[in-house]
T-cell receptor
Framework: NAGVTQTPKFQVLKTGQSMTLQCAQD?????MYWYRQDPGMGLRLIYY???????DKGEVPNGYNVSRLNKREFSLRLESAAPSQTSVYFC????????????FGQGTRLTVV | GQQLNQSPQSMFIQEGEDVSMNCTSS?????WLWYKQDPGEGPVLLIA???AGELTSNGRLTAQFGITRKDSFLNISASIPSDVGIYFC???????????WGLGTSLAVNP
């Protein structure tokens, strides 16, 4: 009954370092999403994957890459972290059908110093 | 990017009061979703609406899908301290795979 699982929960990086945020869902959902949340900015879509084998840019893709490893897993990579990428990152999944809700992970709190 | 207009931005109320918040869009939506986010957690779905005019309740929460399909509201009756958090609306238009999000309503409840 895990739903959407994100790792790690917390991370501190130095400017220029790279890291990958992991996300896995066990609900057999087709669509997966990465958002970032900053104070007063709501949820902004970074990348999404409508189905296994496809990925598309969202509102704020610069500085990020994604991989839809299989149906369950969708990772977000920061190649060269910048202080502007300090944020809370959320992964979400949906069935992919037209009228369905999104389920969220608990978030990764990333600080870039 | 496209966003919904969610209001109010924040509310500070006394325990026991009723709360109302709403979202409006310039586009027609076929799905409206209301989420609550507790501090340090991810958003959790409260109510999902799929038909214009639909009125749905979940305990003390009631939400409606506007007839014009461009708005939705969420009411909370008899608020309690655990209602504290940020409430988000989200909508989907057409067959777009992406949800459009409001900026949230921050609710504080004074016991």
């Amino acid at each position: 009954n895990a739903g959407v699982t994100q790792t790690p929960k917390f991370q501190v990086l130095k400017t220029g370092q790279s890291m990958t945020l992991q996300c896995a869902q066990d609900m057999n959902h087709n669509s997966m999403y990465w958002y970032r949340q900053d104070p007063g900015m709501g949820l902004r879509l970074i990348y999404y994957s409508a189905s296994e084998g496809t990925t598309d840019k969202g509102e704020v893709p610069n500085g990020y890459n994604v991989s839809r490893l299989n149906k369950r897993e969708f990772s977000l990579r920061l190649e060269s972290a910048a202080p502007s990428q300090t944020s809370v990152y959320f992964c979400a999944s949906r069935t992919g059908e037209r009228d369905t809700e999104a389920f969220f992970g608990q978030g990764t709190r990333l600080t870039v110093v | 990017g496209q966003q919904l207009n969610q209001s109010p931005q924040s509310m500070f109320i006394q325990e026991g009061e009723d709360v109302s918040m709403n979202c409006t869009s310039s586009s027609i939506f076929n799905t409206w979703l209301w989420y609550k986010q507790d501090p340090g957690e991810g958003p959790v779905l409260l109510i999902a609406l799929y038909k214009a005019g639909e009125l749905t309740s979940n305990g003390r929460l009631t939400a409606q899908f506007g007839i014009t399909r461009k708005d939705s509201f969420l009411n909370i009756s008899a608020s309690i301290p655990s209602d504290v958090g940020i409430y988000f609306c989200a909508g989907q238009s057409g067959n777009n795979r992406k949800l459009i999000w409001g900026l949230g309503t921050s609710l504080a409840v004074n016991p």
